[in-house]
């Protein structure tokens, strides 16, 4: 990776960050100032499913792997960045169909998967978190299965979970919205939501596919709008955590000198974020700059 330049995909983290419904939320205390002590110390507590993070296989798969034995090699790799933010809306299922549609993934690939959803990240000035958590787009088994047969290394999403969200226990949680999604489903595929996640399919993205070492980071963003549907090498450095079910992570790309140098120069166009990243929703151009690249590579 000589002079290899970095683009994060990560959301900033804070006390304002939403956990996965339920679960804790970041807190933060001082235990000692630099007057009288000569130094600040915090103490931090939370859950490890809040801002960007990488679900470990244990977390639903008591053999399986924790965080500290996943090695370097599996989660530093080659992959790509699709965006589905035209085909993937409020409650729908996603495909593989329309991901190959987009980009070419290779077997052993890291795919990263942009919904268009952390637009409403809460460091986005369009943020809303019911919405972030509650009605992005998710899969149906047909994508695990694919997921599968590729030998995927790792998944990322720009949302709260690789799951559809009304095919977890959000759905119990929130009626009034699996009512609308019902509704939608109805009229969108023809069948309801009980029938499309059918019990059976429970939280497929974790159940089904942490068996068979295909993890999944949730929660990015960050500037991924620079590189939607484009092949990089993609890094997630989560702790290395002994026993971790899950870990907040720090997820990039590497990207050589000249495509940095271009990226930035459309960064500098870009309206940002308080935090300094791309406003998903305040740069379209920015993101028809992608759909452009998904058309001419096919």
Not at 100 to 126: A, C, F, M, N
């Amino acid at each position: 990776m000589n002079n290899m330049k970095i683009i994060d995909l990560s959301i900033p983290l804070g006390v304002g960050t939403p956990p996965w419904p339920t679960y804790e939320p970041l807190q933060v205390k001082y235990f000692k100032r630099l007057a009288p002590n000569g130094a600040n110390g915090q103490l931090v507590t939370h859950s490890n499913h809040i801002g960007t993070h990488l679900d470990g296989e244990i977390h639903f798969y008591t053999p399986g792997k924790d965080i500290a034995s996943l090695d370097m090699d599996f989660l530093v790799h080659e992959g790509v960045i699709v965006d589905l933010s035209d085909v993937a809306g409020e409650y729908d299922v996603y495909t593989s169909e329309m991901i190959e549609e987009r980009v070419d993934v290779k077997e052993g690939d890291i795919l990263i998967i942009s919904t268009g959803y952390h637009q409403y990240s809460w460091d986005q000035p369009t943020a809303d978190e019911v919405t972030y958590m509650v009605k992005h787009p998710g899969p149906d088994r047909e994508f695990a299965e694919w997921a599968k047969k590729k030998k995927l290394r790792w998944i990322g999403v720009d949302c709260g979970s690789a799951d559809h969200p009304m095919n977890t226990k959000i759905r119990d949680w929130m009626p009034k919205n699996a009512a609308e999604c019902d509704t939608h489903f109805q009229k969108k595929y023809g069948k309801g939501l009980s029938e499309v996640f059918t019990d059976d399919k429970y939280q497929l993205m974790h159940l089904e596919m942490f068996p068979h070492g295909i993890v999944h980071a949730e929660c990015l963003g960050g500037d991924m709008d620079l590189l939607l549907n484009e092949r990089v090498t993609i890094g997630c450095f989560p702790w290395r955590f002994v026993d971790g079910e899950s870990s907040i992570a720090r997820i990039v790309a590497f990207v050589d000198e000249k495509t940095y140098e271009e990226k930035m120069a459309l960064k500098a166009k870009a309206e940002l974020t308080k935090f300094g990243d791309v406003a998903r929703a305040r740069n379209e151009w920015l993101v028809e700059e992608g759909r452009k690249r998904a058309k001419n590579a096919k």
